[in-house]
């Protein structure tokens, strides 16, 4: 039965998929970044909905500009802080590019690349990212730099919090929390190790009561900081709203 569940919720998935590829290439161009938002919201909510993931938010995010780091547990993080916060860019590793689909949808929806081997095109990034924040745009990142397990955290890097210590722009914690029955951190939604793609999706159709948790913590000041030192207070701060859930 799980199986058939999961063929069923592949087939509306992959249309999905389909229809937002359309829907940027074709509707994009002609829409208002504010209708932008609007389709970004709902195309990501309607994602996770048809693969079963139920979201709950709690808090409010800080209104204008702002740098929104999160912890990082799923392939499936973007679309979960796209359905509550659309306007978000978030910073993603260059050859996320060109893979088939997925490359043209998030470089669609205004995502920063980055080569994350390379220090030059680190700074490359975090002025593209000062120039975006300045210019009243929202960006996103994962200072872990890579996925996690869920409920222990990856140390924190400093590097791209630069962008909003430069332009004093506020900085917007988010805690994520996949859960499913019987585990507070869902082992369905986790995207560590040699897991790849194709079966981490069929590891999360499959599952039944996946949910993710999005907790906007308070606003933290960014200027004058040091960037190491705030990396670790958001760390502590994301920790601390994930033990308590």
Do not use: C, Y
């Not at 369905?188 to 897991?195: E, K, L, P, V, W």
């Amino acid at each position: 039965m799980r199986n058939l569940l999961a063929a069923w919720r592949l087939l509306r998935f992959v249309l999905h998929v389909l229809h937002g590829l359309l829907m940027i290439k074709l509707l994009f161009p002609s829409l208002s970044l504010g209708q932008r938002h609007h389709r970004i919201r709902w195309w990501s909510g309607k994602m996770l909905a048809l693969m079963g993931v139920r979201l709950q938010l709690q808090g409010q995010a800080r209104p204008g500009p702002k740098l929104i780091v999160a912890n990082h547990v799923s392939w499936l993080d973007i679309a979960a802080v796209h359905a509550v916060l659309p306007e978000a860019r978030f910073v993603s590793k260059a050859d996320v590019k060109h893979w088939p689909v997925v490359g043209a949808l998030t470089e669609g929806v205004g995502t920063l690349f980055i080569e994350r081997a390379s220090k030059r095109d680190a700074l490359r990034v975090v002025h593209q990212m000062a120039d975006a924040l300045k210019a009243g745009d929202t960006v996103a990142v994962f200072p872990e730099g890579t996925t996690g397990a869920g409920p222990e955290l990856l140390p924190f890097h400093g590097n791209l919090l630069q962008a909003a210590i430069a332009t004093e722009t506020v900085i917007q914690p988010l805690a994520l929390r996949w859960h499913e029955p019987g585990e507070r951190f869902s082992s369905s939604a986790r995207f560590i190790g040699d897991t790849t793609m194709i079966a981490s999706l069929w590891t999360v159709l499959k599952a039944r009561g996946v949910g993710i948790d999005i907790q906007i913590l308070p606003a933290l000041e960014s200027a004058h900081a040091d960037r190491r030192a705030l990396a670790e207070h958001v760390r502590e701060q994301i920790a601390e709203a994930l033990a308590a859930n």
